[in-house]
Every structure is written in structure tokens, then in C-alpha cells.
């Protein structure tokens, strides 16, 4: 990073890089983080209905008007606390869009990161938020991430109303594919990662492994991949004979279990066929995610397309997987031939002594207020998010600061309500604590 990027935020960054303790005041938490926690406890019932208004419109990734409502309350949020605000037409990659919103120009640039979207299909059973007594929200995207997408509301408003936000330099990026990514990734993403090349700090606000002792410094990479396979039909009385072969479900069965065997046991590397058709006739959308198929029992089937999804740690284990993926596939069974291909995705949020000291911070911040220590996520427990596309380009980041819960991309997505003050307090004093000049 160019040394001219610090001299307007006196070499703040560089200063937490050496000494993360020294942003703790003399008296933690000091009376202006105090007010800035009474702020968060005032607006909770305020939050929790900007949390029902987007959490009851469907913004599945592909029903794109839902999630253009949904960056539409944001946007009225983000200028009712006097942001810049630009709605980032998705038409170039198939999707909704993005919304960015810019406010500042003191201190350190500080990227805050969401998505509008979530996984559920317009027609999913669930729709709207049930409040499930006093602590308890379910609903479509309450956890991932509405919730988090509020908390930076919350936090950005609990900086303002304490006289603090203008001391701050802050973008926030709320992402209309997050969920499946539109095509061309490199227009997809582009805005992201743009705006983590002017930032200096990245924290993003998804629900990490929904427990809110834990953040995450390092997240695997996702990448898709997509298997045809293909045999000789035949009538079935002739399978395996020397000139009909094994047919393709069999060499398709081959090759994934071959996967299973091959790498099952490799640290932190994951990879799921998460849809297979097969027989004579097949058709499979990967927009969609839905297919069809034609076949017979007593005909050998012709083809077999599976799409699955393969996670790493880094850009080394994940090159590797995929050589070996590619020599299994390679070694067919009689008569059979099979190809595959990769996408290239999400790349890794490697570990790094940045990620670690802005940990610290937030740790120390949540230790102040009462909430004990803040640890690192092991990244086998958590997905792949948008703060990969940024991590590498900013000198600390930091995941998973959002609204916590259980049962993320299910109908039974619950949030624990009782996280939502104490991840706003965490997040926005750890703001006010970056934004100390040192």
C-alpha cells in the first residue's frame, strides 16, 4: 500500500499494526463509548422494525425488483444519516445491483460490507419475519444478512447521534449477489473490489458460524465446478458388456466417489455435489438451480451433469484439488468420457497479523462492555463471503460481525435477538476506537 494513502490519518493504521492496545482508552469504555452504547440501547426497537421491513420482502438472488426494494430502505437509511448514496445497476452481469453509500473524509478509510439478497426462491414457504417471543426472530435472510445489514445501521447511527461519525471516513457496500453471483464476476464484483482498493479497513458483517464469541480473520475460498459425463445407450440387459461399456451414471458415481476417497481428508478443503440428473435426456439450469430428466430403467443412460462446489484455504490447496479432480475425471470407464470445469468464484481471506491485531480491537471492545473475549473463527466452520474479494487489497479485516442465530439458507433461519445491541455496541465503538488519531 503506497505510504501517501496515510499521510491524511497520521499513520493510524500503521500505528495498530504495531500496537492494537493503544486505541484502548485510560478508562475503557470511556464516556463517549459509554454514550455511543446508550445510543444502540435507545434505537433497539427502532432496529428491530427496519429488521422486519427488509426481512419481509423476498430478495431472493434472482428476484431481482425484491432486492432493489430491499436497497431501496437502505438507501433511505443510509441518507437519513447524510451518506452519499449510488444504486449500481446490475443489468451488465444479470443481477439487481448494489448499493454504495460514502460518508467522511477523516481518519481511515473504513469499507463496511453486506448483501441485499438471500437464498430464498420467490416461491419459498418462507416469507415474512415471526418475532418468536421475547428473543427469538425467524425468517427468510434474518441472520444472512439482514441482520447484519441493520447492525451497521444501528452501529452508523449510535456514531452520529453521539457526535461521532463525523470523525470518520466510512463506505459501506451492500451487495445484490452475494448469494449467486451475476456473470461476468469481474463486473459482478467490480464496485467491491474497487472500493477495497480505497479502503484501509475492511469489516464485514455476515453471521460467521453464529456464535458471537467468535470472528472471523481468515474465510475459504468457493468456487464452483460442473461434471458431464456421457456413455453409450443401449438396452439394459447389455451394461458392462465390451461393446455398450458402464454407461454414464456408473462412471459419474465413479468419479464422485473417487473425489470422496481422493481428498476427503485434506484440511479445511470441502467440496459437495449439490445437484446431479442424469439419464437420456437431461437439462439443467445453473441459474435456477432446477432440472429435468427423461430416462427408462431398462435403457442405459446417456448423460449425467452434476454442479457442486469445492472450498479452500488458499489459492495452493485449492490449484491442487483441482489436479486431482481433473485425473479422476480423466480415467473413464469403458465407453464412457467425461469433462469438467471450474468457475473461478471466491478466492480465499488468508490469515493474516492485520486480520489478527483488528481482532484484538474488537475483542478488547467486547471485553469492556462485558461480553468476554472474541476469537477466531475456525474457517471450516463458515462460508465464503464477500470480504475474500477485498481482503487482500486492505491492511486489516475482519468477518462475521453480524446478527447471530441458527439455521442460515434453511426455512428454519432464526436469529438470536439478544446479539443484536451487543454486535452493534462491538461494531460501533471498535469504529470510534479506529478513528482515534494516534
Do not use: C
Amino acid at each position: 500500500m503506497p505510504m501517501n494513502r496515510f499521510v491524511l490519518i497520521g499513520f493510524v493504521v500503521s500505528a495498530l499494526l504495531i500496537n492494537p492496545g493503544s486505541l484502548l482508552a485510560a478508562e475503557s469504555p470511556s464516556p463517549v463509548e459509554n454514550a455511543i452504547a446508550a445510543h444502540v440501547k435507545k434505537d433497539r426497537e427502532r432496529s428491530v422494525a427496519l429488521l422486519q421491513e427488509v426481512v419481509d420482502i423476498n430478495s431472493g438472488t434472482m428476484n431481482l425488483v425484491g432486492v432493489r426494494k430491499v436497497g431501496d430502505i437502505f438507501n433511505r437509511e443510509f441518507k437519513d444519516l447524510g451518506f452519499t448514496t449510488q444504486w449500481i445497476d446490475g443489468a451488465s452481469f444479470n443481477r439487481a445491483g448494489h448499493l454504495l453509500a460514502s460518508y467522511g473524509n477523516r481518519g481511515p478509510k473504513i469499507l463496511l460490507i453486506g448483501h441485499l439478497d438471500t437464498v430464498f426462491a420467490e416461491n419459498s414457504p418462507l416469507q415474512k419475519m415471526q418475532i418468536l417471543g421475547a428473543d427469538k426472530a425467524k425468517g427468510p435472510g434474518v441472520t444472512d444478512m439482514k441482520g447484519g445489514d441493520v447492525i451497521i445501521v444501528h452501529a452508523l447511527r449510535a456514531l452520529r447521534d453521539s457526535g461521532q461519525l463525523d470523525n470518520m471516513q466510512i463506505r459501506v457496500i451492500l451487495i445484490g449477489d452475494e448469494e449467486n453471483s451475476g456473470d461476468p464476476l469481474a463486473l459482478s464484483k467490480k464496485e467491491l473490489i474497487e472500493a477495497g482498493q480505497w479502503a484501509d479497513i475492511a469489516m464485514g458483517f455476515e453471521d460467521g458460524d453464529g456464535n458471537p464469541k467468535t470472528a472471523a480473520t481468515a474465510r475459504r475460498g468457493s468456487s464452483g465446478w460442473q461434471l458431464e459425463v456421457t456413455g453409450k445407450p443401449a438396452h439394459s440387459s447389455q451394461i458392462f458388456q465390451p461393446n455398450v461399456g458402464d454407461g454414464a451414471i456408473y462412471e459419474a458415481a465413479r468419479i464422485l466417489d473417487g473425489f470422496r476417497i481422493a481428498l476427503s481428508k485434506e484440511p479445511n478443503l470441502t467440496f459437495n455435489p449439490g445437484v446431479i440428473v442424469g439419464g437420456t435426456e437431461v437439462t439443467l439450469d445453473s441459474d435456477t438451480s432446477r432440472a429435468t430428466a427423461f430416462g427408462k430403467s431398462n435403457v442405459i443412460a446417456q448423460i449425467v451433469r452434476v454442479n457442486g462446489d469445492l472450498r479452500a484455504l488458499s489459492p495452493e490447496q485449492l490449484t491442487k484439488a483441482r489436479q486431482t479432480m481433473q485425473s479422476i475425471v480423466d480415467a473413464n470407464l469403458p465407453h464412457t468420457k467425461a469433462k469438467i470445469s471450474f468457475d473461478d468464484g471466491y478466492p480465499p481471506m488468508a490469515p493474516t497479523e492485520g486480520n489478527a491485531k483488528l481482532l484484538a480491537i474488537y475483542s478488547g471492545v467486547s471485553e469492556d462492555f462485558g461480553y468476554g473475549p472474541v476469537t477466531a473463527i475456525n474457517p471450516r466452520n463458515a462460508g465464503a463471503a464477500d470480504i475474500s474479494f477485498v481482503a487482500s487489497e486492505v491492511e486489516m479485516a475482519l468477518d462475521g460481525l453480524g446478527l447471530m442465530g441458527t439455521g442460515g439458507h434453511t426455512v428454519d433461519e432464526v436469529a438470536d435477538l439478544n446479539t443484536l445491541d451487543s454486535q452493534t455496541i462491538r461494531a460501533a465503538v471498535t469504529l470510534y476506537r479506529l478513528s482515534l488519531p494516534h
